[in-house]
């Protein structure tokens, strides 16, 4: 079945850090590829996505590229903030109406 | 921010006890979900509903059981709670567009359960 698996955390960084978050996905056919975002105390919310191979998504600084040849969706973003500190996660929906998430990894920005 | 109210946001019960858990949207979206979220797992899916009346299971569904009545309600019912019920219960809802459900998903605020 579909899977997706994240890189583990905490991942601790220094503000205006290089951020990289690792997302590698098994899953039959052409999944959409999503990263969704959780600050604390609140329910997910929609970050990124792209629905096809090669396509890049990217919302308030971050992105991610769609790559079906490594069955990747990365996150990425130049300069991470305070305000960044939350769970990302990395999820696919397959062939089916569902949506599988990954594990999530925690962000921790420090000053 | 998307209109989805979960209730109770806090909820401490006993083992063996049912619950529960309330799912309401002013969205009119189609689809609903429950999802349980635990550490070194993510979020997983219970059930889902694609309709009133219209629900299926998800991957962790043994011991609960849902019910869609009216559009704006999803209902989440554990039977007889047990402690590997403890967890932080999360709704969502999205809508169809072209035939795809769940190109996006808006969640509640989430409800924590501590079954004792």
């Known amino acids: 079945g579909d899977s997706v698996t994240q890189m583990e955390g905490p991942v601790t960084l220094s503000e205006e850090a290089f951020l990289t978050i690792n997302c590698t996905y098994t899953a039959t056919g052409y999944p959409s590829l999503f990263w969704y975002v959780q600050y604390p105390g609140e329910g997910l919310q929609l970050l990124l996505k792209?629905?096809?191979?090669?396509d890049k998504g990217s919302n308030k600084g971050f992105e991610a590229t769609y790559r079906k040849e490594t069955t990747s969706f990365h996150l990425e973003k130049g300069s991470v903030q305070v305000s960044d500190s939350a769970v990302y996660f990395c999820a696919l929906r397959g062939g089916g109406n569902k949506l599988t998430f990954g594990t999530g990894t925690q962000l921790k920005v420090e000053l | 921010d998307a209109g989805i109210t979960q209730s109770p946001r806090h909820k401490v019960t006993e083992t063996g006890t049912p619950v529960t858990l309330r799912c309401h949207q002013t969205?009119?979206?189609?689809?609903m979900y429950w999802y349980r979220q635990d550490p070194g797992h993510g979020l997983r899916l219970i059930h889902y509903s694609y309709g009133v009346k219209d629900t299926d299971k998800g991957e962790v569904s043994d011991g609960y059981s849902v019910s869609r009545s009216k559009t704006e309600d999803f209902l989440l019912t554990l039977e007889s709670a047990t402690s590997s019920q403890t967890s932080v219960y999360f709704c969502?809802?999205?809508?169809?567009?072209?035939?795809?459900?769940?190109?996006?998903?808006?969640f509640g605020s989430g409800t924590q359960l501590s079954v004792l």
């Open positions: 969502a809802i999205s809508e169809q567009r072209t035939g795809r459900a769940n190109e996006k998903l808006f």
């Open positions: 969205e009119n979206h189609r689809y």
């Open positions: 792209a629905t096809k191979a090669d």
